[in-house]
């Protein structure tokens, strides 16, 4: 097991963060069930744009589709940020994939190590999970009425941190340095610069270009050989090579026969040997 680290500092990380327009609250807790549910409750009560929780520990962090996320005392990182863009709701998929961009790059500046994406948002390295973003709205009269952006990252666990049956398919930066992983509070402050430019880049109508670095990062957007279940734009399963994404954040694959489908569920892509 890992030995015991500090909480996170609330004051190194302020300091790491000034001069950040996107971050307009910080609050930095001890324990919560889960920062995304900490926030949502908090922009029902009227929290600003650019709220940000972090917590030192989830007792109840949850990643794509419920699944449980595990989420320690002082070994990773647990981050929402409350936005509230402008965009149309088939639209807001693009946010998440910008806050997948800027995880990965904030990983890969603080800890030197090649952390790849896998569709839609999942941090990988060695082909293990390392970390994810979840994105949760509320909509009125079918417009966008905030966009609840969580993150989750494994910063220092060991093998022995992860539970048996995560410890063959998760891993965490310090185990990919082989080294002391990167400060919490630092890596953090990286991530929430990262999503400011990416924030800039949509709210400009720059998608292309967050799109091409979503690619960049992501091994399997081009040219991957798939198998795509049905219901994702299709009415039966098929075969076909990605294709990138397109102007709303799908990912499009091409089918033997020639014709492009646009597949928007994260659970209907899996990679197959070349």
Aim: proline residues 4%; aromatic residues 4%; hydrophobic residues 40%.
């Amino acid at each position: 097991m890992s030995a015991a680290r500090p909480p996170l500092d609330a004051r190194k990380l302020e300091k790491q963060l000034e001069g950040l327009s996107l971050v307009s609250r910080l609050i930095v807790l001890d324990r919560v069930d889960s920062t995304n549910d900490t926030l949502r409750a908090l922009a029902r009560e009227g929290a600003c744009e650019g709220t940000v929780v972090l917590a030192d520990r989830q007792a109840a962090g949850r990643g794509r589709g419920g699944r449980t996320w595990h989420s320690p005392a002082g070994l990773g990182l647990y981050i929402s940020v409350l936005l509230r863009p402008r965009d149309s709701v088939e639209r807001l998929t693009r946010w998440t994939l910008a806050a997948a961009v800027a995880a990965c790059q904030a990983c890969r500046r603080t800890s030197g190590v090649e952390v790849e994406i896998k569709w839609p948002n999942d941090l990988l390295w060695d082909g293990r999970k390392l970390g994810g973003v979840l994105a949760e709205t509320r909509t009125t009269s079918g417009a966008p009425v905030e966009l609840v952006l969580g993150c989750g990252l494994n910063v220092a666990h060991s093998v022995s941190d992860f539970p048996d049956e995560l410890s063959c398919r998760a891993t965490s930066l310090g185990i990919a340095i082989g080294g002391p992983p990167p400060e919490r509070e630092k890596l953090a402050a990286e991530y929430l610069r990262e999503l400011a430019g990416m924030a800039r880049e949509l709210n400009s109508g720059s998608w292309h270009e967050v799109a091409r670095r979503w690619e960049r990062l992501a091994p399997g957007a081009v040219g991957q050989r798939v198998r795509v279940a049905a219901g994702s734009g299709t009415t039966e399963s098929f075969e076909g090579v990605t294709q990138g994404l397109d102007t709303v954040g799908a990912l499009r694959v091409r089918r033997e026969d020639g014709r492009v489908v646009r597949v928007r569920l994260a659970e209907s892509i899996l990679p197959l040997e070349a």
